[in-house]
């Protein structure tokens, strides 16, 4: 097997695993016997369970994000897009952090803080990236400072829900609590 085709079938197989069980509850071991390779071997590809989760959510928000930036919305509003736009990705914030990382890992595990800060950095970068490309949303030289202000504050606001919410339940309150009392307000100061 050549190098990527080796790491996509350990991240596949990684993927099906947390899904399936939780990324708490598939070990390194499982994963390489899914991927029908020796252990070390992931271990030559990734350091860690937590760089092989890591690298297959940034595939994943990568393709995702660049398919929600680019929906055709010609017949809306600069506000109602970014609007649009935000409600996407953080819904999206929340598959991830519901299908692939699992509430438990968040709230149980000493480096879910941590590895959720680095996601929620490259997840910002990667989405500022996506909206400057957006000829119509870019109206004047100001403007990045202004969408870097509502990525920041609405990333910071979804990504507390894994560490205030107790329940899926409360997590959804809460998702419509910021798209009902917060949203519109973040997106008016970013216009």
């Not at 050549?2 to 790491?7: G, H, N």
């Not at 649009?84 to 299908?99: A, F, G, Q």
């Not at 500022?128 to 000829?135: D, G, K, P, R, S």
Request: proline fraction near 1%; charge should be neutral.
């Amino acid at each position: 097997m050549e190098v990527d085709k080796i790491k996509e079938s350990i991240k596949k197989s990684a993927q099906d695993l947390f899904r399936k069980y939780g990324y708490h509850k598939t070990s390194v071991n499982e994963i390489a016997k899914r991927a029908k390779i020796a252990k070390a071997t992931i271990y030559k590809y990734f350091e860690s369970k937590e760089l092989v989760l890591h690298a297959i959510l940034m595939d994943y928000l990568r393709v995702s994000i660049n398919d929600l930036v680019h929906q055709d919305s010609k017949n809306i509003n600069k506000e109602e897009h970014l609007t649009l736009l935000i409600l996407r990705v953080s819904k999206l914030s929340y598959t991830v952090c519901n299908e692939f990382i699992g509430w438990d890992f968040i709230r149980e595990s000493a480096n879910a803080q941590e590895f959720l800060k680095n996601l929620s950095d490259e997840l910002e970068r990667l989405l500022y990236q996506e909206f400057l490309a957006i000829e119509e949303l870019n109206s004047d030289e100001t403007y990045p400072e202004r969408l870097r202000f509502l990525i920041k504050a609405s990333k910071s606001i979804i990504f507390s829900f894994a560490f205030t919410s107790v329940s899926d339940a409360d997590v959804r309150k809460n998702f419509i609590s910021f798209q009902k009392e917060i949203l519109p307000y973040l997106v008016k100061a970013a216009l």
